[in-house]
């Protein structure tokens, strides 16, 4: 959403010996370390970050490179850049995530998916580093994904291997447009968003609770419920943390209120 306040110390490790080494470093210092991925299913406050944020912008975490079926990539890598490469070679299940903004990492941490399928079901193995500085292969036996959650808690998700199905690359390229289409269509993309902000109820559609409660165009400051799609909070680029924050607090208990459904953030608050 472009909003709040700074990290403590901000880093952008060159590579993972480097990184190993601000690990460390923390660890001995007793400082906290976050990651961030694309910052796109984020919203920071406006008191900003204590402690290290670290982000994996340079090269050695960006790779893609693909071997038959199996796609690998680097933690920090871009989906969509990950997607775009799966659609060239010709290897089919990524399609059904296009239009998802974010890391790789990002999106392995949350399950992050839609209506098509989630990140999750495509995971053959993924390399992690922990808050002790040590790098772990986890294979697909010891992972688990549910609804926009998993079970990689480590610190650093440093890449990960997927096993996709070779595929007409017509039929792949057909299905990567009517997702895109039907995201485009439904979703305010243009806008600064943090993508839907609550996770749907089992059975039923936030999205829709929140429509029905007729909030679409409320605002709080500079943040407003989407007039396309009610589960977006969007900003003018006016808008603090703050404004979004009680934007959410007012949209939960009219929710709550009418429907006695309590709505739970599917956004990191930081
Ligand atoms: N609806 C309304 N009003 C609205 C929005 C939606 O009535 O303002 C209705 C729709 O007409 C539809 C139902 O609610 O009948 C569900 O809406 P939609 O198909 O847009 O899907 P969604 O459940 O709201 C989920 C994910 C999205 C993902 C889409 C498409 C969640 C919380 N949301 O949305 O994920 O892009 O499916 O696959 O699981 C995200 O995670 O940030 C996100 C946007």
């Not at 909070?233 to 009418?258: C, F, N, P, W, Y």
Request: charge should be neutral; aromatic fraction near 4%; include cysteine.
């Amino acid at each position: 959403m472009k909003l709040g306040g700074p990290a403590q110390y901000f880093l952008e490790p060159r590579s993972v010996p480097e990184l190993v080494a601000i690990v460390k470093a923390c660890a001995a210092q007793k400082v906290a370390i976050r990651v961030l991925g694309g910052g796109s299913n984020l919203l920071v406050r406006e008191e900003g970050v204590s402690g290290a944020v670290i982000k994996l912008t340079h090269e050695a975490f960006q790779t893609v490179s693909i071997d038959g079926n199996k796609l690998t990539t680097g933690g920090g890598a871009l989906l969509s850049n990950a997607i775009s490469q799966a659609v060239k070679a010709g290897l089919a299940g990524f399609e059904n995530l296009a239009g998802i903004p974010g890391t790789i990492g990002g999106a392995l941490r949350g399950n992050a998916g839609g209506r098509n399928g989630d990140i999750g079901q495509y995971v053959q193995s993924v390399k992690v580093l922990t808050v002790d500085g040590e790098i772990l292969d986890r294979s697909d036996d010891e992972l688990s994904f549910g609804y926009r959650q998993s079970n990689l808690t480590e610190l650093v998700i440093l890449e990960a291997t997927f096993q996709l199905a070779a595929d007409n690359p017509d039929e792949i390229i057909r299905r990567l447009r009517k997702t895109w289409i039907m995201k485009k269509s439904s979703q305010p993309l243009a806008a600064q968003s943090a993508g839907c902000i609550f996770k749907n109820p089992r059975g039923l559609s936030a999205g829709s609770l929140i429509d029905q409660a007729s909030l679409k165009g409320t605002r709080v400051g500079g943040a407003e419920i989407s007039d396309r799609h009610a589960n977006f909070v969007v900003s003018d680029g006016k808008a603090t943390s703050s404004d979004v924050l009680r934007l959410m607090d007012l949209v939960r208990s009219k929710v709550s209120e009418q429907f006695a459904v309590d709505l739970e953030p599917e956004i990191q608050i930081w």
